[in-house]
């Protein structure tokens, strides 16, 4: 074969495109001891590939394979019970966590009468519709004034936040 065949042959073997008679040439070709200086570059490559194909493995490769196999499966069983009692090692830790962070909050049943003092409202209620009246204009004022208070604070805020509202135009 000429060098130029060859190395129409080989851009076809690295696109992809050769036949297997072909890469076979290719095989034969690089097996020579005369290969020109300007395909030697490719000659490692097809002699590795020749004694690749020479090589298999030993009579006992499989049962090797096997016993060590069976060894891991064992040290397998092992670190998963490990790695299962972390977790639920993990899980009582934020469980008990949780119960002594989070506050108790106090029963909503009614009290007991023996042990807690029960309020008297009768002494707060208003002896007069007029003094009912005034404390409920009373409440409603304190209400307003926090209420007008919330107000000029949010729309303080909401003008800070104009000129950040121009920047994201």
């Not at 690749?52 to 998963?80: H, N, P, W, Y």
């Not at 007069?128 to 107000?151: C, D, P, R, W």
Request: glycine share 2%; hydrophobic share 40%.
């Amino acid at each position: 074969m000429t060098i130029q065949q060859i190395k129409q042959l080989l851009d076809k073997y690295f696109n992809g495109n050769t036949s297997l008679l072909e890469e076979e040439t290719l095989r034969q070709y690089f097996q020579q001891a005369n290969v020109p200086a300007e395909l030697k570059p490719y000659q490692p490559l097809f002699q590795y590939l020749k004694s690749a194909r020479e090589d298999s493995l030993s009579d006992g490769f499989e049962e090797k394979i096997l016993q060590s196999i069976r060894q891991d499966t064992t040290s397998v069983k092992i670190r998963s019970l490990q790695f299962y009692g972390l977790r639920i090692a993990a899980a009582v830790a934020l469980l008990i966590g949780i119960y002594f962070l989070i506050p108790k909050q106090e029963s909503l049943q009614a009290p007991d009468t023996a042990t807690a003092t029960m309020v008297k409202w009768e002494k707060y209620e208003p002896e007069s519709t007029e003094e009912a009246f005034e404390k409920t204009q009373a409440a409603l004022k304190i209400l307003a004034k926090k209420l007008n208070g919330s107000a000029d604070k949010a729309a303080k805020d909401i003008q800070r936040m104009e000129p950040i509202k121009k920047v994201f135009k």
